[in-house]
C-alpha cells in the first residue's frame, strides 16, 4: 500500500515537475516566455486588485516572479512525492497564487471561446488544490505511532 501511494504522489507531482522543467529550461536572461506571457495577465490582474480593494499592488520583476514558481513547484514537488505535508503546502501556495492569474477567466464573456477554455483549466487546477487539501486533511488526520517504552526493570540486589 505504501508504494502505491508513493507511485500516486509521484504521478500527481509529475504536472509539477514537468512545467517547472519546462520553464526552467527556458527561462533565459528576462525569465522566458513564461514571463512574457504572464506580464499581461498581472498587469490585469493587480487593476483587478486595485480596484476592488483600494490595495496598489507593488511592482514585481516577472523574472523573479518566475523563479519564485519555478523553486515553489521544484522543491513543492521533491518534498510531497516523499510524503512531506511541507511539500504538498508550497505546492498550495503556488496554486493559491498562480491560479487567479494565469486562468482569468474572469475577463471574457461567457460565449467567448477563450472563457471556456480558460475555465477548464482553472476548474482543473481547483481540483488539483483539492487534492492537495485532501492529502494535507488525511495526514494530519491519521494517528502518530507512539513508540512503546520499556518498562525499566527493576533492580533486584
Known amino acids: 500500500m505504501a508504494f502505491c501511494s508513493f507511485v500516486g504522489r ?3 507531482v509529475s504536472v509539477f515537475i514537468i512545467s517547472a522543467y519546462q520553464e526552467f529550461s527556458d527561462f533565459g536572461v528576462d525569465g522566458g516566455p513564461a ?3 504572464l506580464r499581461p495577465k498581472f498587469n490585469v490582474f493587480s487593476k483587478h486588485v ?5 490595495f496598489k ?5 516577472m523574472k523573479q516572479l518566475i523563479a519564485a514558481s519555478i523553486a515553489l513547484k521544484g522543491i513543492g514537488s521533491l518534498l510531497f512525492a516523499f510524503g512531506s505535508s511541507i511539500g ?3 505546492l498550495l501556495l503556488h496554486q493559491a497564487l498562480a ?3 494565469l486562468f ?3 475577463n471574457y464573456d461567457a460565449d467567448r471561446k477563450e472563457f ?3 475555465f477548464v483549466k482553472f476548474t482543473q487546477s481547483l481540483a488539483l488544490f483539492g487534492a492537495l487539501l485532501f492529502f494535507i486533511g488525511m495526514k494530519n488526520s491519521m494517528p502518530r505511532r507512539q513508540v512503546k517504552k520499556k518498562a525499566p526493570k527493576s533492580k533486584t540486589n
Open 10 to 12: 509521484v504521478l500527481f
Open 35 to 37: 514571463a512574457r506571457a
Open 50 to 54: 486595485t480596484t476592488l480593494t483600494g
Open 57 to 61: 499592488v507593488p511592482p514585481v520583476e
Open 88 to 90: 504538498a503546502y508550497l
Open 99 to 101: 491560479t487567479p492569474i
Open 104 to 106: 482569468d477567466f474572469y
Open 116 to 118: 471556456a477554455q480558460l
